[in-house]
């Protein structure tokens, strides 16, 4: 996965209506990232064009007439696994959110390097 800042376009899966946009930085292994009211910390790893890795999301804005993905107060864990080229990134995701899991495919497009 090439080192920089990328859009990211969520949508769910699994018969659930639900969308989401934001921006996602993929450095060294780091994952970190946001919108309007969720941000994203994990980590991935690369093998090849592939990769895969851990992200918690936290809601940090409220909103009475926006309900984010998967925007609760507390971090909701999120496990990714996608393929890359040097341009964009296609996702498949799974958060865990209580007891119910939500099932996703993201879209990603590089915009610009990082340092």
């Known amino acids: ?8 376009h969520v949508t769910l899966q699994d018969g659930r209506s639900g969308k989401g946009s934001g921006v996602v930085i993929f450095r060294d292994g780091k994952i970190l990232g946001g919108d309007a ?28 007439d926006a ?18 080229t040097d341009t964009r990134a296609v996702m498949d995701g799974t958060a865990l959110v209580g007891k119910a899991s939500q099932i996703f495919k993201a879209t990603l497009r590089f915009l610009a390097e990082s340092d």
């Open 67 to 84: 309900n984010p993905l998967f925007g609760g107060p507390s971090p909701v864990g999120v496990g990714v696994s996608g393929t890359f």
């Open 37 to 64: 009211y969720l941000f994203y910390i994990g980590s991935y790893t690369v093998k090849g064009d592939t990769f895969k890795g851990e992200v918690l999301v936290q809601r940090h804005t409220s909103s009475p």
């Open 1 to 8: 996965m090439k080192n920089g800042l990328y859009s990211i």
